[in-house]
Protein backbone atom coordinates (compact mmCIF):
# COMPACT_ATOMS: atom_id res chain seq x y z
CA UNK A 1 0.00 0.00 0.00
CA UNK A 2 1.49 3.57 -1.13
CA UNK A 3 0.76 7.10 1.13
CA UNK A 4 2.30 10.21 2.27
CA UNK A 5 3.60 11.02 5.78
CA UNK A 6 1.60 13.72 6.92
CA UNK A 7 3.50 13.92 10.28
CA UNK A 8 6.02 12.61 12.51
CA UNK A 9 6.41 12.19 16.13
CA UNK A 10 8.85 10.45 18.80
CA UNK A 11 9.89 7.56 16.39
CA UNK A 12 6.30 7.20 14.61
CA UNK A 13 5.22 8.39 11.50
CA UNK A 14 1.76 9.00 10.40
CA UNK A 15 0.68 7.72 6.81
CA UNK A 16 -2.51 8.95 4.62
CA UNK A 17 -3.57 7.07 2.30
CA UNK A 18 -5.47 7.75 -1.05
CA UNK A 19 -8.41 6.33 0.40
CA UNK A 20 -7.58 9.08 3.40
CA UNK A 21 -7.15 6.60 6.13
CA UNK A 22 -4.17 7.44 8.67
CA UNK A 23 -1.88 4.83 9.50
CA UNK A 24 0.44 5.32 12.75
CA UNK A 25 3.48 3.41 11.16
CA UNK A 26 7.44 2.65 12.42
CA UNK A 27 10.24 2.70 10.17
CA UNK A 28 11.72 -0.60 9.67
CA UNK A 29 15.42 -0.95 11.24
CA UNK A 30 16.68 -0.80 7.28
CA UNK A 31 16.71 3.09 7.14
CA UNK A 32 18.87 3.46 10.50
CA UNK A 33 21.33 1.44 8.45
CA UNK A 34 21.25 2.81 5.48
CA UNK A 35 21.04 6.60 7.97
CA UNK A 36 18.36 7.87 5.90
CA UNK A 37 15.18 9.71 7.72
CA UNK A 38 11.74 9.26 6.65
CA UNK A 39 10.65 13.16 6.32
CA UNK A 40 7.01 14.70 6.43
CA UNK A 41 6.25 14.84 2.37
CA UNK A 42 7.86 11.39 1.62
CA UNK A 43 5.55 9.26 -0.48
CA UNK A 44 6.36 5.46 0.89
CA UNK A 45 5.46 1.56 0.72
CA UNK A 46 3.43 0.70 3.65
CA UNK A 47 2.68 -2.51 5.10
CA UNK A 48 -0.44 -2.82 7.16
CA UNK A 49 -0.61 -4.57 10.29
CA UNK A 50 -3.42 -4.25 12.00
CA UNK A 51 -6.37 -3.09 9.91
CA UNK A 52 -8.22 -2.26 12.48
CA UNK A 53 -6.23 -0.28 14.74
CA UNK A 54 -4.56 1.40 11.47
CA UNK A 55 -1.20 0.20 12.58
CA UNK A 56 1.75 -0.51 10.01
CA UNK A 57 5.04 -0.28 8.97
CA UNK A 58 6.87 2.06 6.66
CA UNK A 59 8.68 -0.29 4.12
CA UNK A 60 9.86 2.27 1.78
CA UNK A 61 10.88 5.60 1.18
CA UNK A 62 9.69 6.32 -2.72
CA UNK A 63 12.59 8.98 -4.59
CA UNK A 64 12.27 12.03 -3.70
CA UNK A 65 11.68 15.32 -5.89
CA UNK A 66 13.96 17.01 -3.22
CA UNK A 67 14.11 17.20 0.35
CA UNK A 68 15.03 20.29 2.64
CA UNK A 69 17.03 20.33 5.79
CA UNK A 70 15.40 22.95 7.24
CA UNK A 71 12.57 22.36 7.67
CA UNK A 72 13.04 18.99 7.59
CA UNK A 73 10.99 18.19 4.61
CA UNK A 74 10.58 16.40 1.40
CA UNK A 75 8.70 16.61 -1.82
CA UNK A 76 8.28 20.67 -1.59
CA UNK A 77 6.82 22.78 -4.81
CA UNK A 78 7.63 26.32 -2.89
CA UNK A 79 8.83 27.92 0.66
CA UNK A 80 6.43 30.59 2.19
CA UNK A 81 8.16 32.73 5.07
CA UNK A 82 5.83 34.12 7.43
CA UNK A 83 6.71 37.30 9.24
CA UNK A 84 4.69 39.82 11.08
CA UNK A 85 4.54 43.66 10.23
CA UNK A 86 4.63 44.05 13.93
CA UNK A 87 4.00 42.36 17.32
CA UNK A 88 6.92 40.89 17.44
CA UNK A 89 8.88 43.58 14.60
CA UNK A 90 10.18 41.37 11.60
CA UNK A 91 13.62 40.87 11.85
CA UNK A 92 14.75 41.25 8.38
CA UNK A 93 18.00 39.65 9.02
CA UNK A 94 16.33 36.06 9.58
CA UNK A 95 14.21 36.18 6.95
CA UNK A 96 17.01 37.06 4.23
CA UNK A 97 18.85 33.91 5.55
CA UNK A 98 15.59 32.03 5.43
CA UNK A 99 16.07 32.95 1.60
CA UNK A 100 19.52 32.38 1.08
CA UNK A 101 18.75 28.99 2.54
CA UNK A 102 16.17 28.37 -0.32
CA UNK A 103 18.01 30.07 -3.02
CA UNK A 104 20.95 27.26 -2.13
CA UNK A 105 18.01 24.67 -2.67
CA UNK A 106 16.86 26.32 -5.50
CA UNK A 107 13.07 26.57 -4.15
CA UNK A 108 11.03 29.56 -4.84
CA UNK A 109 9.85 31.23 -2.36
CA UNK A 110 6.25 33.68 -1.69
CA UNK A 111 7.01 36.27 1.39
CA UNK A 112 4.38 36.89 3.65
CA UNK A 113 4.02 39.77 5.84
CA UNK A 114 0.95 38.74 8.61
CA UNK A 115 -0.61 41.26 10.55
CA UNK A 116 -1.50 43.93 8.52
CA UNK A 117 -4.56 44.92 10.24
CA UNK A 118 -2.09 46.46 12.93
CA UNK A 119 -0.62 49.33 10.10
CA UNK A 120 -1.05 52.27 8.39
CA UNK A 121 -1.33 52.05 4.33
CA UNK A 122 1.95 53.90 4.08
CA UNK A 123 3.58 51.39 6.57
CA UNK A 124 2.44 48.42 4.24
CA UNK A 125 3.93 50.16 1.24
CA UNK A 126 7.25 50.21 3.19
CA UNK A 127 7.12 46.63 3.53
CA UNK A 128 6.76 46.03 -0.23
CA UNK A 129 9.54 48.21 -0.89
CA UNK A 130 12.25 46.41 1.10
CA UNK A 131 11.59 43.32 -1.41
CA UNK A 132 10.43 45.18 -4.49
CA UNK A 133 13.27 44.79 -6.77
CA UNK A 134 14.40 41.01 -5.54
CA UNK A 135 11.56 39.29 -7.40
CA UNK A 136 9.89 37.82 -4.74
CA UNK A 137 6.01 37.58 -4.97
CA UNK A 138 4.80 39.62 -1.53
CA UNK A 139 1.17 39.04 0.35
CA UNK A 140 0.04 40.62 2.36
CA UNK A 141 -2.23 39.19 5.41
CA UNK A 142 -4.66 39.37 8.46
CA UNK A 143 -5.30 36.09 10.60
CA UNK A 144 -7.32 38.44 12.50
CA UNK A 145 -10.08 39.34 9.77
CA UNK A 146 -9.44 37.78 6.27
CA UNK A 147 -7.61 40.23 4.68
CA UNK A 148 -5.21 39.00 2.28
CA UNK A 149 -5.53 35.33 2.37
CA UNK A 150 -7.95 34.76 -0.99
CA UNK A 151 -4.52 35.60 -2.77
CA UNK A 152 -2.33 33.79 -0.76
CA UNK A 153 -4.77 31.09 -1.20
CA UNK A 154 -4.32 31.39 -4.80
CA UNK A 155 -0.19 31.26 -4.57
CA UNK A 156 -0.25 27.94 -2.95
CA UNK A 157 -3.07 26.12 -4.99
CA UNK A 158 -2.01 22.80 -7.07
CA UNK A 159 1.51 23.22 -4.79
CA UNK A 160 3.55 21.94 -1.59
CA UNK A 161 4.33 24.20 0.15
CA UNK A 162 6.56 24.33 3.01
CA UNK A 163 5.60 27.35 5.47
CA UNK A 164 8.08 28.23 8.27
CA UNK A 165 8.43 32.07 10.47
CA UNK A 166 9.78 32.70 13.33
CA UNK A 167 6.96 32.23 16.60
CA UNK A 168 4.11 34.39 17.44
CA UNK A 169 3.46 35.39 13.45
CA UNK A 170 0.64 34.01 13.36
CA UNK A 171 1.18 31.01 11.34
CA UNK A 172 -1.09 28.20 12.80
CA UNK A 173 -4.15 31.40 12.60
CA UNK A 174 -3.26 31.65 9.16
CA UNK A 175 -3.49 28.09 8.29
CA UNK A 176 -6.59 28.00 10.57
CA UNK A 177 -7.82 30.45 8.38
CA UNK A 178 -6.62 28.58 4.61
CA UNK A 179 -8.42 25.22 6.40
CA UNK A 180 -10.85 25.80 9.06
CA UNK A 181 -11.22 21.67 9.06
CA UNK A 182 -8.13 22.14 10.90
CA UNK A 183 -7.48 23.65 14.03
CA UNK A 184 -4.39 24.10 15.29
CA UNK A 185 -2.90 25.73 18.60
CA UNK A 186 -2.53 29.52 18.88
CA UNK A 187 -0.27 31.08 20.97
CA UNK A 188 0.00 34.82 22.45
CA UNK A 189 2.77 37.28 22.27
CA UNK A 190 4.43 37.76 25.27
CA UNK A 191 4.25 40.99 26.59
CA UNK A 192 7.40 40.94 28.25
CA UNK A 193 9.38 40.05 25.35
CA UNK A 194 7.21 40.62 22.29
CA UNK A 195 8.14 37.26 20.62
CA UNK A 196 5.62 34.51 20.37
CA UNK A 197 5.52 31.45 22.02
CA UNK A 198 6.17 28.27 20.11
CA UNK A 199 2.98 26.59 19.00
CA UNK A 200 4.14 24.13 16.52
CA UNK A 201 6.55 21.75 17.93
CA UNK A 202 6.67 19.34 14.68
CA UNK A 203 6.56 19.51 10.40
CA UNK A 204 2.97 18.38 9.27
CA UNK A 205 1.84 17.99 6.01
CA UNK A 206 -1.85 19.48 5.55
CA UNK A 207 -4.37 19.09 3.32
CA UNK A 208 -5.79 22.23 2.05
CA UNK A 209 -7.73 21.52 -0.96
CA UNK A 210 -7.06 19.04 -4.38
CA UNK A 211 -4.04 18.90 -5.03
CA UNK A 212 -2.70 22.06 -2.51
CA UNK A 213 -0.94 20.83 0.81
CA UNK A 214 0.77 23.18 3.32
CA UNK A 215 3.59 21.41 5.47
CA UNK A 216 3.28 23.27 8.97
CA UNK A 217 7.23 23.74 10.26
CA UNK A 218 8.63 24.70 13.90
CA UNK A 219 9.34 28.21 14.83
CA UNK A 220 12.51 29.29 14.44
CA UNK A 221 14.60 32.17 15.70
CA UNK A 222 18.30 31.90 14.19
CA UNK A 223 19.57 30.28 10.84
CA UNK A 224 23.13 29.71 10.35
CA UNK A 225 24.52 29.14 6.67
CA UNK A 226 27.72 26.78 7.29
CA UNK A 227 27.63 25.33 4.44
CA UNK A 228 27.64 27.95 1.97
CA UNK A 229 30.83 29.89 0.26
CA UNK A 230 31.61 33.62 0.92
CA UNK A 231 32.08 33.50 -3.16
CA UNK A 232 28.45 31.92 -3.40
CA UNK A 233 26.41 34.46 -1.20
CA UNK A 234 26.07 37.11 -4.01
CA UNK A 235 24.20 34.40 -6.12
CA UNK A 236 21.74 34.06 -3.75
CA UNK A 237 20.36 37.68 -4.10
CA UNK A 238 18.10 37.43 -7.05
CA UNK A 239 18.14 41.51 -7.53
CA UNK A 240 21.68 41.28 -8.14
CA UNK A 241 21.46 39.34 -11.13
CA UNK A 242 20.93 41.29 -13.50
CA UNK A 243 24.18 43.43 -12.94
CA UNK A 244 26.76 40.65 -12.84
CA UNK A 245 29.22 41.16 -15.40
CA UNK A 246 28.66 44.77 -15.42
CA UNK A 247 31.23 45.44 -12.64
CA UNK A 248 34.73 46.33 -13.21
CA UNK A 249 36.37 43.45 -12.01
CA UNK A 250 35.24 39.63 -12.69
CA UNK A 251 33.55 37.56 -9.43
CA UNK A 252 33.41 41.06 -7.81
CA UNK A 253 31.60 40.47 -4.46
CA UNK A 254 29.98 43.76 -4.28
CA UNK A 255 31.26 45.06 -0.80
CA UNK A 256 34.48 46.96 -1.80
CA UNK A 257 34.94 47.18 -5.00
CA UNK A 258 35.19 50.44 -7.01
CA UNK A 259 33.38 50.62 -9.88
CA UNK A 260 30.34 48.17 -8.75
CA UNK A 261 27.03 47.94 -10.72
CA UNK A 262 25.14 46.53 -7.96
CA UNK A 263 26.19 49.12 -5.94
CA UNK A 264 25.53 51.58 -8.42
CA UNK A 265 21.96 50.02 -8.55
CA UNK A 266 21.61 50.30 -5.28
CA UNK A 267 22.46 53.96 -4.81
CA UNK A 268 20.13 54.34 -7.64
CA UNK A 269 16.99 52.81 -5.19
CA UNK A 270 16.80 49.63 -7.69
CA UNK A 271 18.37 47.52 -4.41
CA UNK A 272 16.67 47.50 -1.28
CA UNK A 273 19.14 49.24 1.45
CA UNK A 274 18.32 46.80 4.16
CA UNK A 275 18.67 43.80 1.92
CA UNK A 276 22.25 45.30 0.49
CA UNK A 277 22.95 45.61 4.29
CA UNK A 278 22.17 42.19 5.13
CA UNK A 279 24.41 40.72 2.15
CA UNK A 280 26.99 42.54 3.67
CA UNK A 281 26.54 41.29 7.32
CA UNK A 282 25.86 37.76 5.70
CA UNK A 283 29.33 37.60 3.66
CA UNK A 284 31.19 38.95 6.79
CA UNK A 285 29.69 35.72 8.84
CA UNK A 286 30.34 33.43 6.47
CA UNK A 287 33.49 34.75 5.71
CA UNK A 288 34.22 33.96 9.13
CA UNK A 289 33.17 30.51 9.39
CA UNK A 290 35.24 30.03 6.59
CA UNK A 291 38.28 30.93 9.02
CA UNK A 292 37.68 28.14 11.14
Do not use: W
Not at 76 to 89: N, S, Y
Not at 148 to 165: D, I, K, P
Not at 253 to 276: M, N, Q, S, W
Amino acid sequence: MRGKIIRGIAGFYYVQTGEGDIYTCKAKGIFRKQQVKPLVGDDVELSVLDAAAKEGNVDDILPRKNALLRPAVANVDQALVIFAVCRPAPNFNLLDRFLVMMECQSLPCVICFNKRDMISEAEEAAFREIYAGSGYRIVLTSAQDGSGTEELRALLQGRTTAVAGPSGVGKSSLINRLQPDIRMETGAVSEKIARGRHTTRHSELIRVEADTYIMDTPGFSSLGLFDLKKENLRHCYPEFAPYEGECRFQGCIHIHEPDCAVKEALAEGKIGRTRYENYCLLYEEVKGQERY
